[in-house]
């Protein structure tokens, strides 16, 4: 077995396969040369690059002009983002669709402004006037599932958001907002529903009032009161039209090749046929800690399936993070099953002939860095991958890297490392 280590860009050119939906814990989009470096000769002519972890699909879509690309996820935001990434739309008008979007829009908006006309004009007073203490009271008195337990809701109006987290995550236009393009989106082309609701994710990432890169929970609203005043200040329906355009531009790949988006367990999507016949490489870049994405991104995943999902409680009283039930609990998360699980990718791997690139990030200094929450270590990655490829066919090789840590203003250093198995 081969270990070395090669430099990291520190500041990677943007290019065309780079593009954002989200600020992704664990996201790779900034180590795409490094990983493009040490894969790309794994690639096999006239097969898929199979994209099995994908998050917010960095990788696959950078991929996305050189060969075709299927991406799964469990998570369903994931899913919808890989979707949207990995569609083509340049046979659609963009201006034929943005102007039918701002046609409903603005008759969906004025019908809530009926009923919430007086809440919206005085949060944006209270803004506007940066009064802090009156628009946190206004919060308080604004009626939600969460301090309204006599609520009856009307499914059918698509006021979701406008009652669970206005006043909380989003102010209460805001929420208003997301409802309205949530509605829209259900009436639009279904082929372009992943798009626009990702534009809708891109939009809620830039105005939700939680630590930034995730949406765990709420920060509170006193103790952080000039951050709630620019992001309440900040526009749902600006932001969402800012990612449309986007995937308009000609930033944006359409390519000739089929591509291929899943939801599932990737134990199940392994059984696929077509994943067996048609993938040549597996790019797998598994959960590393015991820190579930359900939680970190639980809104993506309510505006998507927009169910009205009922509140989570813990003796008696709601989580911090305003939680619902029916969040997926992955056990790559969960230090008791990962590894064995883990495995049976590889075994598939070897089995049916498909080379193997696995991401895996580390702490630099596993003796003075915690490791607690570390569901694998390294060492039982490799260790696995050598035993069912042999020692001559993995390959190993790592870089630098500072990753963001959302607890903490400091980033975390850690190796990147590419576990390269080839069959």
Known sequence: MIICMVPCLDDRIKENNNFTILNYQGSKKNLIDFIHKHIDNLIIPEKAFLDIFAGTCAVGYSYKSCCPVYANDLEYYSYLIADSLLNNYNNYNFN????????????????????????????????????????????????????????????????????????????????????????????????????????????????????????????????????????????????????????????????????????????NLIKLKEIQDNVGLIYADPPYTDMQYSRYYHLLNIVSKYDYPKPTLIKNVYTKGLYTEGRSQSLLSQKRYCLEHFSNLINFSKKYNKNLAISFAYPNDPILQKTDRYVMSIEEIVRECTKVFKEKNVNVVSTKYNHSNNRNTQTKKVLEYLILCKY
Request: proline share 1%; charged share 25%; with cysteine.
């Open 96 to 267: 034929k669709i943005k102007k039918e979007i701002g046609n409903q829009f603005k008759n969906l908006y004025n019908l809530k402004l009926k009923k919430y006309d007086k809440w919206i004009i005085a949060e944006e007073t209270f803004l506007e006037s940066n009064k802090i203490e009156d628009l946190i009271d206004l919060y308080s008195s604004y009626p939600t599932i969460w301090n309204n337990a006599e609520m009856i809701l009307d499914k059918k109006q698509y006021i979701l958001f406008t009652s669970y987290y206005a006043g909380n995550y989003f102010g209460i236009k805001q929420a208003i907002e997301i409802d309205c393009l949530r509605n829209l989106i259900e009436n639009i082309d279904s082929n372009l529903f992943s798009m626009l609701i990702s534009c809708l994710f891109f939009a809620m990432k830039n105005c939700v009032f939680s630590k930034d890169g995730h949406m765990a929970q709420p920060l509170d609203l006193h103790k952080n009161a000039s951050k709630l005043i620019f992001k309440r200040k900040n526009s749902i329906l600006d932001n969402f039209y800012s990612k449309l355009t986007e995937y308009f531009s000609s930033e944006f790949i359409n390519t000739n090749f089929s591509n291929s988006a899943y939801n599932m367990d990737f134990e």
